[in-house]
Nanobody, 113 residues
Framework: VQLVESGGGLVQPGGSLRLSCAASGFAFARSIMSWYRQAPGKERTLVATIISTGGSTNYADSVKGRFTISRDNAKYMVYLQMNSLKPEDTAVYYC???????WGQGTQVIVSS
């Protein structure tokens, strides 16, 4: 099982980033996938979840209307489109295979002017 995140970086407030997670080694198309984030000195928290078919998603209240989780089962990929970014979105973002309880290594997002 491998999850590899990419797409993080430094962005100004109000900007956008698209995070990607490349999955391998498991039945991705049957897996619920989530994005979590961990800000410095804080606990890791759930950002968004998408079911196996992509037909249902859930979001933390803090990102509703700004972030969109999606997936491409043919490519073994899950994405997190982040718009209208705020400084409080600064964190390391992790991809998570829910039922397997497996994490990626994380990708850093910094929102700052």
């Amino acid at each position: 099982v491998q999850l590899v995140e990419s797409g993080g970086g430094l962005v100004q407030p109000g900007g956008s980033l698209r995070l990607s997670c490349a999955a391998s080694g498991f039945a991705f198309a049957r897996s619920i996938m989530s994005w979590y984030r961990q800000a410095p000195g804080k606990e890791r928290t759930l950002v968004a979840t998408i079911i196996s078919t992509g037909g249902s998603t859930n979001y933390a209240d803090s990102v509703k209307g700004r972030f969109t989780i999606s997936r491409d089962n043919a490519k073994y990929m899950v994405y997190l489109q982040m718009n209208s970014l705020k400084p409080e979105d600064t964190a390391v973002y992790y991809c998570y295979a829910v039922l397997l309880r497996r994490w990626g290594q994380g990708t850093q997002v910094i929102v700052s002017s």
